[in-house]
């Protein structure tokens, strides 16, 4: 199997057994197609899952890429992303993986520090709240 049959086969598993996962995308990467203003970015995160409050439309699982159209800001598009241009997949359970560590180790570095420490919720009071 190859790396991006690797890939393929993760992001559809993740795709069918999770609420949504998230593809670290390298917009330098040739074939990349993304709005413009995030191909500025160089690395980008997108949002994918089978069970989005907002359906994803026209979603294309290839042998060499994907393509979906997602929203950005509202606004939908049609991205198309090489299987060479994902860096890493990342799962809701916090699993992930990582096929370019060093393209994505700034962005994955608060999971790394501790991957088994809980996320905890920033509670706050609200006075005159009803009870």
């Known amino acids: 199997m190859t790396v991006d049959q690797e890939k393929r086969a993760a992001a559809l598993q993740l795709y069918h057994n999770q609420e949504s996962f998230f593809v670290y995308v390298d917009t330098a990467e040739p074939g990349v197609h993304v709005p413009p203003h995030l191909r500025e970015r160089g690395m980008i995160v997108l949002q994918l899952g089978a069970h989005m409050p907002k359906p994803i439309k026209h ?3 290839g042998a060499d890429r994907f393509g979906a159209e997602l929203s950005f800001g509202g606004e939908d598009f049609y991205c198309v992303v ?7 997949l990342v799962g809701q359970d916090s699993k992930w993986l990582i096929y370019s560590p060093d393209k994505v180790a700034g962005f994955l570095a608060p999971l790394v520090e501790d991957p088994a420490k809980p996320i905890r919720p920033v509670l706050r009071m609200i006075k005159g709240g009803k009870s």
């Not at 090489?82 to 890493?88: Q, T």
């Open 82 to 88: 090489p299987w060479a241009a994902v860096h890493a």
């Open 59 to 61: 979603l294309v699982w």
